[in-house]
């Protein structure tokens, strides 16, 4: 069973930063990829990841792009994402995932079979 645990939440004042971390422990090969999928307040979990690593292959959505950054020097069981210029839009928690979907569907959520409990991130303006 694999199992994922999120750090490194917190609150933060609007423009500062955050290094959110996630292990994937019982990781098996089967499991190619890890996520970072955020669920704002009121709202469901979003359903595309904002950023993902499956080997070399790294994604940010535009909402984060230049501003969130997975760090590169990892294990493959962590996922490491340094957040830059944080926005009040940012408040949610972050939650990872592991699993191995198939190219081209790795932005989608349901395509992962292992999630963490989430780390809240708190922005204020």
């Known amino acids: 069973q694999v199992q994922l645990v999120e750090s490194g939440g917190d609150s933060v004042q609007a423009g500062g930063s955050l290094r959110l971390s996630c292990v994937a422990s019982?990781?098996?090969?089967?499991?190619?990829?890890l996520a970072w999928f955020r669920q704002t307040p009121g709202k469901e979990r979003e359903g595309e990841a904002i950023?993902?690593?499956?080997?070399?292959?790294?994604y940010y959505a535009d909402s984060v792009k230049g501003r969130f950054t997975l760090s590169p020097d990892n294990a493959k069981n962590v996922i490491i994402m340094d957040m830059t210029s944080l926005k009040p839009e940012d408040t949610a928690t972050y939650f990872c995932?592991?699993?191995?979907?198939?190219?081209?569907?790795?932005?989608?959520?349901?395509?992962?079979?292992?999630w963490g409990q989430g780390t809240q991130v708190t922005v204020s303006p």
């Open positions: 950023v993902y690593k499956c080997g070399w292959i790294t």
């Open positions: 019982g990781y098996t090969y089967s499991s190619d990829c």
């Open positions: 995932a592991a699993g191995n979907p198939r190219p081209g569907e790795r932005r989608l959520a349901r395509n992962y079979d292992y």
